[in-house]
């Protein structure tokens, strides 16, 4: 049970005038509408799974001053901070408040190069400012990572037939193992070091619209990046038609505006292709074990129960191995709009 009026008497925004709402969207946490007597907040339930890790709160407190340390050039949304923190332990329950925004996001195909242009000029901004912050040590450090693992694609196949017996990403799975197997051993090769602190996630979701306007929400992956790396991330994300392939007048306006901010000369594009597997390979990992069940994201009386972190695992395995083939066309065409 989530104690919505206790968590309105700690951050003092009054008595609630409605029932709390569920926002669509999360894929690790539960988010609501709260509409109060100070304004209406969007209130954010860490996944109780997450928040179990040794080095959680540490990263969401740290990702949160990124995000308060970003607001200052580029329109950034942070999290109410309350008793020097962004987050807060009531009933049992992780959460963070925001203000409300009125805004959506907007997602292919309906994108054009007036959305692309403004994000690459925000990403632009952003690397600015977070290879200032990177050097400056404003921000402390996170903990050194250790090398990356070194994954049996064929063994995490096997594992994933034996929990989940007959479902469908499977076959899908199994026959990508080659493919995955290639691509763990060319990121693994192509380790670049960080050189700014950034968002780390500008993907449609996190990006909400007002006209013309971006706002950068959902910080919490925030933290040290190669820049090259985030800006094929972020070009790729953004000129996606929606119906498979690149669009190259959105790739172009993104990149254009990008390089009016920040160089982007000296890359070695070699590495930072194939580096720019890691994520999706990361992620496909974690979401095999959620579709198996073996990510505690169990909690009772709400949305993030064992049933739905499967499903939302099984989701996303079927839509990163999806991503991942796109990926390498895709790559092959940024090569060739960009002349590398």
């Known amino acids: 049970m989530i104690h919505f009026r206790e968590i309105a008497a700690h951050y003092g925004i009054g008595s609630l005038l409605s029932a709390p709402s569920p926002v669509l969207g999360g894929l690790l946490h539960t988010t609501y509408r709260l509409d109060a007597e100070e304004g209406s907040f969007a209130l954010k339930i860490l996944n109780p799974a997450v928040m179990k890790r040794p080095e959680a709160m540490d990263n969401m407190i740290r990702s949160e001053a990124i995000a308060r340390a970003m607001a200052e050039v580029v329109p950034a949304v942070a999290a109410v901070v309350k008793d020097s923190s962004p987050v807060s332990l009531i ?113 449609p979701k996190n990006v909400l619209w007002e006209g013309p306007a971006p706002r950068i929400i959902d910080w919490e992956s925030a933290g040290e990046t190669d820049p090259a790396s985030e800006l094929t991330d972020v070009l790729l994300a953004w000129s996606d038609k929606g119906a498979g392939g ?47 069940g073996d990510e505690d994201d169990d909690h009772a009386d709400r949305a993030h129960d064992r049933s739905h972190a499967r499903m939302v695992g099984a989701s996303e395995v079927s839509g990163t191995l999806r991503a991942l083939t796109a990926r390498i066309p895709a790559l092959a065409a940024a090569r060739k709009w960009m002349g590398v």
């Open 246 to 292: 690149e669009d190259e007048v959105l790739f172009r306006a993104l990149l254009d505006a990008y390089r009016a901010v920040r160089s982007i000369e000296d890359e070695d594009w070699d590495a930072v292709f194939d580096a720019s597997f890691r994520g999706p390979l990361d992620w496909l990992a974690y979401n095999i074990r959620r579709a198996s």
């Open 91 to 203: 009933g049992g329950e992780y959460v963070m408040l925001y203000p409300w925004l009125a805004c959506r996001p907007i997602f292919p195909p309906k994108l054009n190069a007036r959305h692309a242009a403004a994000v690459g000029d925000v990403l632009g901004k952003m690397h600015e400012a977070g290879a200032a912050l990177f050097s400056s040590g404003t921000i402390p450090p996170a903990p050194s990572s250790s090398e990356p693992i070194e994954r049996d694609w064929a063994k995490i196949a096997d594992e994933a037939a034996r929990s989940c017996p007959g479902a469908s990403w499977l076959d899908p799975l199994r026959d990508a193992v080659p493919l995955l197997d290639g691509l763990e051993e060319k990121a693994r090769a192509a380790r670049l070091l960080p050189s700014v602190l950034s968002h780390r996630d500008l993907d």
